[in-house]
């Protein structure tokens, strides 16, 4: 049973940086998939950043270049770091983390799926 704690959320200007963590307890060597997404206000919630097991990444075209995912070796952090943010970056940000997958779950159908384990967020907010 894998549980997410998020922080590092906060408001910050146009332009500016913040790096996100995800402390992940009970993660083990089943785990496939991690990453981040965010939902705004009125919206879907989307995917923002995947890594897989194999250390492979994947970006939403929208943070490519701006957004950098990582972890530790055992997988029991996540983070993100986000530099030149701006107004339409605002969102609640969720670390989530799925099993038993093959490798290319991660990238493809897991940003629709949406399984696995979840965190409860943590508010970005970005003003011009």
């Known amino acids: 049973q894998v549980q997410l704690a998020e922080s590092g959320g906060g408001s910050v200007q146009s332009g500016g940086s913040l790096r996100l963590s995800c402390a992940a307890s009970?993660?083990?060597?089943?785990?496939?998939?991690m990453g981040w997404f965010r939902q705004a206000p009125g919206k879907n919630r989307e995917g923002v950043a995947v890594i897989d097991s194999n250390g492979g990444t994947t970006y939403a075209d929208s943070v490519k270049g701006r957004f950098t995912i990582s972890q530790d070796n055992a997988k029991s952090t996540l983070y993100l770091q986000m530099n030149s943010l701006q107004p339409e970056d605002k969102a609640l940000y969720t670390c989530?983390?799925?099993?038993?997958?093959?490798?290319?779950?991660?990238?493809?159908?897991?940003?629709?799926?949406?399984?696995?384990?979840w965190g409860r967020g943590t508010q970005v907010s970005v003003s011009s």
């Open positions: 989530a983390a799925d099993g038993y997958r093959p490798i290319d779950y991660c990238s493809g159908s897991w940003l629709s799926s949406l399984t696995g384990f």
């Open positions: 009970g993660a083990s060597s089943s785990t496939t998939c």
